[in-house]
């Protein structure tokens, strides 16, 4: 009888203790959302207002490119607030990311311009209302010796992620050396598993992006980055892709959000900053400044009067629109979708313009 | 003590024999580990290049730089040429591949993660991060057992409730838990309740049948005994079928909860990145191996002390079963010493604790 009165004291305690510890960690005080709502859509409700700009923070999700981490400048300097909006940002794995942006948890979040487009056929529709950067030499096909150029891939094991960014690098750089893809063998291999892929010999060549391709040129030191994001640059554009229906009732916030990232990218680009900026970025994904500086290189950060150059129509690879509809084909052609997606919806310039036109 | 005494079947050992193999059990690793990386010649398939020798040398390996870790053959390869050309030769030290730290190394990170404060303003500290971790899985295998361990009583005991639920559960319990992750994220959220949910969903299908095949065991002469003495369904489950199977019951629950630790790196890593598998995760990207190495040997450690735990608590709880730990056992003595029960009546004790005795193993 005592076995089992103390046996039923631990079930009765345990839910007890739980709940207890559970209580004990309130969520950060700018992580009240939750809490807030019911309030606020009955204030939205009271007030048929669709647009509430004092409301909650803007939720963005956000994870380790060096473009998006550069956000993190503005986080810690406390650019969001100065500008009088509050921005909640989300620390994320890339694709949790977007599976969050998806079951629309989240406003907004970053992402490459190919994979807004992946995201939206999946019934998640999007806008980029800004550019923070084209990889501009960050993502690496990487190869042994004896490959020099990438026509001499031909009859080469070449390991790289089906269906994504670094196929799409892949089929450029085969492209450049005037070969296709049935001249060499594809070994699908998630990226982050390029480097001991490529060191254990099983291919001859990775693709890959930072900090992966690095590692594999680390780690394998024979092997030589043979064709680079920054040979056919805007290939891959980073971008701010928001929902529609954020961007329609709470536009004038995203407005300034967008201001804050010309802040951010005119900081990055002052070189008596370099040292500051990579402190700041390299908190974010634990590393020493100094290891996080080449990741920086590979990456050309867009300011204002860059984000008004590549938004715009063009038959290069310099205009998003034309990315986009490179990377739209890509998609449709390794299956990622069934048919071409429209993409103008995709794009929005607009808040660009605009602070171009008040800056002027 | 004899040897042959040493390999006697299913007898239990003296204690410091015991304690010795206990601690064996952790040291001939660390030594297996420690010989691996120390001792030059054992293994070390790379060098690591110290000085690259006469640089302006050109060849086909002139690639050879110094802070390098390449194969042994290219780094012969490169001091031939080198050797050709009458130059100053490279200079290097047998490595291992960057994927095994050595111990030290390890041991460094273990502690540096928990002195070292954040870099970054808003981040938690590592002891902060595990104990999230810790909150998560608890909170996940709570409710797990909430509801996983009345189901599978049921099971176990009524053929109406087993055939209902249990081949579903059978047919779930095969699938992927982190699978459930992006949909966790649209129903619960960004927060902790997807990583709980993905806990609740690893460990709830194999507890419901673990409980079930629990129960099943319980001889059913007990229950039979009770059905003559005119119990009802419910009386049979409550004064006999959950305190018969409690003992066994604990001990499921303690293997389960090192189920749920395996679900631990997947689920943080769901909704915004959190806990130690956010540090263990970001730093196996960027290939410091040696804080993901100290990081692993944390989540183990933890897993070992709840067990430990649970065993000696279990060992209070159900002292017939005789189980618990040998922390317990010693302890046990110990207060027994304390509370003056002279030495034998201890030593009975523990004799019934470990051995229990026929009859109570044959009653019907």
Not at chain 1, 122 to 143: K, Q, R
Not at chain 1, 268 to 285: F, G, H, L, P, Y
Request: neutral net charge; charged residues 20%.
């Amino acid at each position: 009888m005592l076995n089992r009165r103390t046996w039923l004291s631990v079930l009765v305690a345990f839910p007890l203790a739980l709940a207890g510890c559970q209580k004990s960690t309130p969520p950060a005080p700018q992580e009240t959302p939750q809490a807030a709502k019911p309030a606020e859509t009955l204030n939205a409700a009271k007030a048929q207002a669709p647009a509430p700009t004092q409301g909650k923070p803007l939720t963005i999700a956000y994870s380790d490119w060096p473009g998006w981490v550069a956000w993190e400048i503005g986080i810690q300097k406390g650019w969001f607030k100065e500008a009088g909006v509050e921005v909640d940002f989300k620390w994320f794995e890339y694709v949790p990311s977007m599976e969050a942006f998806s079951a629309g948890k989240v406003d907004a979040v970053t992402m490459t311009n190919g994979d807004a487009l992946v995201t939206g056929s999946s019934g998640a529709p999007s806008v980029a209302i800004l550019i923070n950067d084209y990889s501009n030499g960050n993502d690496m096909l990487v190869a042994k010796p004896g490959i020099n150029k990438p026509a001499d891939l031909k009859g080469k094991k070449v390991g790289v992620e089906v269906g994504f960014v670094s196929h799409l690098l892949l089929m450029n750089a085969l492209k450049a050396g005037g070969l296709t893809e049935s001249d060499i063998k594809i070994v699908n291999v998630p990226t982050d598993q390029t480097p001991q892929t490529l060191k254990s010999g099983t291919v001859d060549a990775i693709v890959a992006w930072q900090p992966n391709s690095g590692a594999a040129l680390r780690e394998v030191p024979s092997a030589k980055a043979v064709f680079t994001s920054a040979n056919v640059p805007g290939l891959i554009y980073d971008v701010l892709s928001v929902s529609p229906k954020s961007l329609t009732e709470r536009r004038e916030d995203w407005k300034k959000v967008v201001g804050v990232w010309m802040r951010i990218a005119d900081f990055i680009k002052d070189e008596k900053n370099a040292d500051e900026a990579a402190k700041i970025m390299s908190a974010r994904v634990g590393l020493k400044p100094e290891e996080y500086k080449p990741l920086m290189k590979g990456t050309f950060f867009l300011d204002l009067a860059g984000n008004q150059k590549h938004f715009t129509q063009g038959d290069t690879l310099e205009s998003i629109y034309n990315s986009t509809d490179v990377v739209n084909q890509f998609q449709v052609s390794n299956k990622v979708y069934k048919a071409a997606v429209v993409i103008e919806p995709y794009l929005d310039r607009s808040l660009v313009d605009e602070l171009a036109k008040a800056k002027n | 003590m004899a040897r042959s005494n040493l390999f006697a079947v299913r007898k239990e050992l003296p204690t410091q024999v015991r304690l010795m193999l206990v601690a064996f059990a952790f040291v001939l690793p660390l030594v297996a580990w420690s010989i691996v990386s120390y001792v030059p010649f054992v293994w070390h398939p790379l060098v690591l290049v110290e000085n690259a020798g006469d640089t302006s040398v050109a060849g086909s390996y002139s690639y050879v730089e110094v802070g390098q870790l390449i194969e042994k053959e290219a780094f012969d390869a490169r001091n031939l040429e080198l050797a050709k050309a009458g130059a100053k030769l490279a200079r290097g030290t047998p490595a291992n591949p960057i994927y095994l730290p050595a111990p030290h190394e390890v041991a460094r990170a273990f502690y540096t993660a928990f002195t070292t404060a954040p870099e970054r303003t808003g981040d938690k500290w590592l002891h902060e991060s595990l104990w999230h971790s810790c909150r998560i899985i608890f909170a996940g295998f709570f409710y797990a057992a909430i509801l996983g361990v009345p189901l599978g009583i049921l099971c176990g005991t009524f053929g109406f409730f087993s055939k209902l639920f249990e081949p579903f559960v059978d047919f779930v319990r095969y699938m992927p838990a982190p699978v459930f992750g992006a949909l966790a994220v649209a129903v619960v959220g960004l927060e902790d309740e997807p990583k709980i949910a993905i806990i609740f969903i690893g460990t709830f299908f194999q507890m419901v049948l673990v409980v079930a095949n629990t129960t099943r065991q319980l001889d059913l002469a007990l229950l039979e005994a009770g059905q003559t003495l005119g119990a009802k369904n419910r009386q049979l489950l409550r004064y006999i079928v959950i305190p018969g199977i409690l003992p066994r019951l604990y001990q499921d629950m303690r293997i389960l909860i090192g189920w749920a630790w395996t679900y631990l790196v997947v689920a943080e890593l769901i909704g915004e990145k959190s806990g130690i598998s956010a540090f263990l995760y970001q730093q196996q990207r960027y290939r410091h191996f040696d804080n993901v190495y100290a990081s692993i040997i944390m989540i183990g450690m933890i897993g070992l002390l709840t067990d430990q735990v649970l065993a000696f608590v279990g060992g209070f709880l159900f002292p017939w079963e005789g189980e618990g730990t040998g922390v317990a056992r010693w302890l046990k003595s110990k207060l027994a010493k304390r509370a003056q029960i002279p030495k034998e009546k201890a030593r009975a004790q523990e004799r019934l604790a470990t051995h229990p005795s026929p009859t109570e193993e044959a009653s019907p």
